[in-house]
């Protein structure tokens, strides 16, 4: 059953379900982290239910164009966007990330934000039953490579891509950046306590950017030893 959620940002609401799918604070962190341009053109690539998209239209001008393979998802970020009364910034296309070329011009686009499917597809065993789930989660139809691809053909030169994905990919993803000519230039990791491994990073590119100057940022705690949120993390879920 779906549901209208808050996203907890100037009044902004969000359709979803736990069925189909919800947003993650992942979602939460990229919007908030990641390059979003004043003006000009945004991507929210692999968008689900547009929580990413949704988010920065509070933070830019520009227009944001979602695009999700399941139609499900996309008629849910539709539904939110027009919920929210976006609709002369934000356009869904229910695409295949893979074509991305065939719906934007080469050199078009100034900002890519991409919160993408986590597992590879030979983790059979962790697949999610639900297909909705596994094809969020997994990379059944899109991988890292493919995106970096893409990615690269509609970015202006110094455009930006910012990611979302699982420390254990960070090597392969700088691999894949730098093959399609997507200069790594900063990384931020995620933690959910202090005392505990990475659970997430942020990673932002720039096509044909320079070489040098790569930043680690400091690290972002989610919650602290009391289990509650950190002050860090309520200020973004406050908006500041």
Same mark, same amino acid.
């Given at each position: 059953?779906?549901? %209208?959620?808050?996203?907890?940002?100037? #009044?902004?609401?969000?359709?979803?379900?736990?069925?189909?799918?919800?947003?993650?604070?992942?979602?939460?962190?990229?919007?908030?982290?990641?390059?979003?341009?004043?003006?000009?053109?945004?991507? &929210?690539?692999?968008? #689900? +239910?547009?929580?990413?998209?949704?988010?920065?239209?509070?933070?830019? =001008?520009?227009?944001?164009?979602?695009?999700?393979?399941?139609?499900?998802?996309?008629?849910?970020?539709?539904?939110?966007? !027009?919920?929210? =009364?976006?609709?002369?910034?934000?356009?869904?296309?229910?695409?295949?990330? =893979?074509?991305?070329?065939?719906?934007? !011009?080469? &050199?078009?686009?100034?900002?890519?934000?991409?919160?993408?499917?986590?597992?590879?597809?030979?983790?059979?065993?962790?697949?999610?039953? +639900?297909?909705?789930?596994?094809?969020?989660?997994?990379? /059944?139809?899109?991988?890292?490579?493919? %995106?970096?691809?893409? !990615?690269?053909?509609?970015?202006?030169?110094? #455009?930006?891509?910012?990611?979302?994905?699982?420390?254990?990919?960070?090597?392969?993803?700088?691999?894949?950046?730098?093959?399609?000519?997507?200069?790594?230039?900063?990384?931020?990791? %995620?933690?959910?306590?202090?005392?505990?491994?990475?659970?997430?990073?942020? /990673?932002?590119?720039?096509?044909?950017?320079?070489?040098?100057?790569? %930043?680690?940022?400091?690290?972002?705690?989610?919650?602290?030893?009391?289990?509650?949120?950190?002050?860090?993390?309520? &200020?973004?879920?406050? #908006?500041?």
């Amino acid at each position: 059953m779906e549901r %209208i959620d808050d996203l907890n940002f100037n #009044g902004l609401k969000i359709i979803q379900s736990n069925e189909v799918f919800s947003f993650s604070i992942d979602a939460v962190l990229l919007a908030h982290f990641g390059y979003v341009p004043k003006k000009g053109k945004i991507i &929210d690539l692999c968008a #689900g +239910n547009g929580a990413v998209g949704l988010l920065c239209t509070e933070k830019t =001008k520009a227009s944001i164009d979602f695009i999700e393979l399941q139609p499900r998802l996309a008629e849910m970020a539709e539904q939110s966007i !027009a919920l929210n =009364k976006k609709e002369a910034q934000c356009h869904v296309h229910c695409a295949d990330l =893979k074509e991305l070329s065939q719906y934007f !011009a080469h &050199d078009t686009i100034d900002a890519i934000l991409c919160n993408p499917p986590y597992f590879p597809v030979r983790e059979q065993q962790l697949q999610n039953p +639900n297909p909705h789930l596994a094809i969020a989660r997994h990379e /059944i139809y899109a991988e890292i490579e493919d %995106i970096m691809q893409q !990615a690269s053909y509609v970015l202006k030169t110094k #455009g930006h891509l910012s990611l979302v994905h699982r420390p254990d990919r960070f090597l392969p993803i700088l691999e894949a950046m730098q093959r399609h000519q997507i200069t790594p230039k900063k990384v931020r990791f %995620i933690y959910s306590k202090m005392d505990r491994p990475a659970k997430a990073m942020i /990673i932002e590119g720039i096509k044909n950017g320079s070489k040098e100057g790569f %930043i680690v940022e400091p690290p972002f705690i989610i919650q602290n030893e009391n289990n509650e949120y950190t002050k860090e993390m309520m &200020d973004i879920f406050h #908006g500041k």
